[in-house]
Every structure is written in structure tokens, then in C-alpha cells.
């Protein structure tokens, strides 16, 4: 039988802070193939998320298909906006929440790592920011659009970049990009589509240095839209989801564990030739040039929707 095996393979994922974003479905998938699971948690919510796992409160999703819970082997503290102590402002490190941690840089994170770990296998990387994003691009400031590109977009090269040393051969990194990237979406704004138009480019570019320099294939999934804390903070994802499932080709309802299966195929030995791939997890929709629940294709006045397929 033809099968995902992760066993022995170590995985980090940068971004998960709760159990609702596609980080925690990817470590589920990961994990149900047998990875070993090592995190990166954003420092404000270290606190928050090691204390919702340890009191239980992730049980229910933390649940494998074995019926086991699914272990976290060890939680890194990690801010991808700075690459090394000495980037990281002041005002900072003097902040309540990160005060009491003091290396929480992509540097710092790999090199714990290796001195955790010696290597890993899989690195995943999904977070991203923009300070501005509930703002249309006319209205975005420079700063605004630089933190986005700055943590969504250059956190994962120099994650890479950073990890990359320490990864075994034949190992894979997989991003998580939207559709904006490539479609004007209004309401993803702050710099947001340009950031996920940057990721899906230095994909392609990271899987030739990355492929030739230590055999490490780098993926993104573009994924469809999920109700995440990230995207909530967009304000529109509900209707998002609608729009999707009135107008996507598949029509059963889309989760993220859809993303982490797929995230598990693309990080195994089965998918050994696929690398700079942009893949869409979405039930289709990016497919669709047309949304068929608009009233100019109302049922009872045009044919196109009464079409038998
Ligand atoms: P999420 O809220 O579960 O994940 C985003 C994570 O990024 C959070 O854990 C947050 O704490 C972390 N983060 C933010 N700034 C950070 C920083 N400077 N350093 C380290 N961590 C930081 O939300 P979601 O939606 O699962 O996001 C994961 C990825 O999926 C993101 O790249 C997002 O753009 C992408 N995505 C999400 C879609 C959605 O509809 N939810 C659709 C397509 C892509």
C-alpha cells in the first residue's frame, strides 16, 4: 500500500499559536504520518498558547486518527521580523510580552534547534503580518507595506536561509500563500497581496539555490480561505467562505486539514520530484473566471445556469 511515512523525520513549524490555523492542521498531518513536531510560537502569544496546551484546552484538536494526541516536542519562542537580537528594537525587548524571553530571532531559533536536534527534515512556515491590512493599497504607508513584506515574505528567506544549514538532504519547505498574490482582492490590503506575490516568486528562486545548495525542495500551498485568528483580522472571511462555497467547483465543505494532507504528501518521499510549485488547495476556486451567484446570472432569467453538466 502506498503510504505517507514521516517516521524519524523532524518538522518545525513557525506559526502556531492556537489550534484553528493551518500551522496546527499541517502538525496534525505531519504527525498522523509519524514526524516528531517542534514549533515556533509568536512571542506575544508564547504565554497564552503553552498554557492553553498544557490546561488541555487543544485536546479535542491535538486528536490523531489513531486516536492519540498529538505530542509538541518543543515550543520555540520566535519573532520573524528580526534576524538577530541586535535588529530588535529597544522598546522591544521592554515590552511586557517579550521581556521575559531573551532569544527569540530567526538566528537564535535555528541555532537552538540544531543544538536540540543536530537536523531536521521539514520546515514549515506559516505566519504572516501586516500591520495595515485592513487598508485598500491606495492608503498603505511605506512602513506598513515594509513590516508586511518584512514578516511575511523575507521571514520565510531567511528562515530558510538560517535552517537550511541544518537540514538533512532530500529534506522540504512548504509556505502557505493566498490568491491575492495573483487576483485583486479587495478588503487584503496593507501590502498583504504584494507580500504573498513576493513568497510565491522566492519560491520558485529558493527551490533552484535551495535545491543546488543543500537538495531541500521548497513548496507553497495557495491555500482557500479559512475563518483563522489571522484572517478574522481581515474582517471578510465569512463572506469569503460563502463566496467560496457558492462558486467553487467543489461544492463539500472546505477545511484545513485539507491543507495539512496535502502539506504531508508534498513534505514525504512521494512527492521527491515536485519542488518551486505553487499548489492550490481551495476546492478549485482559483480555477473560476466567473462567480455564478452573481444576480446577472440569476437561474430564472439565463440559461448559462441551468446548463446540465
Ligand atoms: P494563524 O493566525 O493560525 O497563523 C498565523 C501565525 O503567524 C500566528 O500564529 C501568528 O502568531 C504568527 N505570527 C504573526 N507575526 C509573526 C511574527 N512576526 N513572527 C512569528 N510568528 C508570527 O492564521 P492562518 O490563516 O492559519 O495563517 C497561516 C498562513 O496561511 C499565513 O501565511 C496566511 O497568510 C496563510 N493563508 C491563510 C488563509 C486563510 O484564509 N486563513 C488563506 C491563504 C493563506
Given at each position: 500500500m502506498l503510504k505517507i511515512d514521516l517516521k524519524g523525520k523532524i518538522a518545525f513549524i513557525a506559526g502556531i499559536a492556537d489550534d484553528q490555523g493551518y500551522g496546527f492542521a499541517i502538525a496534525r498531518s505531519l504527525a498522523a504520518a509519524g514526524a516528531t513536531i517542534i514549533v515556533g510560537t509568536w512571542v506575544p502569544l508564547m504565554r497564552i498558547f503553552t498554557t492553553n496546551l498544557a490546561n488541555g484546552k487543544f485536546d479535542a484538536s491535538r486528536q490523531l486518527p489513531d486516536g492519540s494526541l498529538m505530542e509538541i516536542a518543543k515550543i520555540y519562542p520566535l519573532d520573524a521580523s528580526f534576524d538577530t537580537m541586535d535588529d530588535v528594537p529597544e522598546e522591544i525587548k521592554q515590552n511586557k510580552r517579550y521581556k521575559d524571553f531573551d532569544a527569540y530571532t530567526i538566528s537564535d531559533v535555528a541555532k537552538a534547534i540544531s543544538n536540540d536536534y543536530g537536523k531536521i527534515d521539514i520546515f514549515i512556515h506559516s505566519l504572516a503580518n501586516g500591520p495595515?491590512?485592513?487598508?485598500p493599497l491606495l492608503e498603505t504607508s511605506r512602513k506598513g507595506y515594509l513590516a508586511a513584506l518584512s514578516a511575511s515574505s523575507y521571514s520565510m528567506v531567511s528562515l530558510l536561509a538560517h535552517l537550511g544549514p541544518h537540514m538533512n538532504a532530500g529534506g522540504a519547505a512548504l509556505s502557505l500563500t493566498y490568491i491575492a498574490s495573483e487576483r485583486a482582492i479587495p478588503g487584503y490590503g496593507g501590502g498583504m497581496s504584494s507580500a504573498k506575490a513576493a513568497l510565491e516568486s522566492d519560491t520558485r528562486t529558493l527551490a533552484w539555490e535551495a535545491g543546488q545548495k543543500w537538495d531541500i525542495r521548497v513548496c507553497t500551498i495557495s491555500a482557500g480561505v479559512w475563518g483563522s485568528r489571522a484572517a478574522r483580522a481581515i474582517g471578510i472571511t465569512d463572506q469569503m467562505i460563502e463566496y467560496t462555497i457558492a462558486?467553487?467547483?467543489?461544492?463539500h465543505t472546505f477545511h484545513p486539514q485539507d491543507v495539512g494532507n496535502t502539506a504531508a504528501f508534498l513534505m514525504?518521499?512521494?512527492?521527491?520530484?515536485?519542488?518551486g510549485v505553487t499548489l492550490y488547495v481551495d476546492n478549485g476556486m482559483h480555477a473560476m473566471g466567473i462567480a455564478l451567484d452573481s444576480p446577472a446570472f440569476n437561474p430564472a432569467e439565463t440559461e448559462l445556469a441551468n446548463v446540465e453538466l
Open positions: 495595515e491590512v485592513i487598508k462558486n467553487a467547483p467543489l461544492e514525504s518521499p512521494l512527492a521527491a520530484a515536485i519542488t
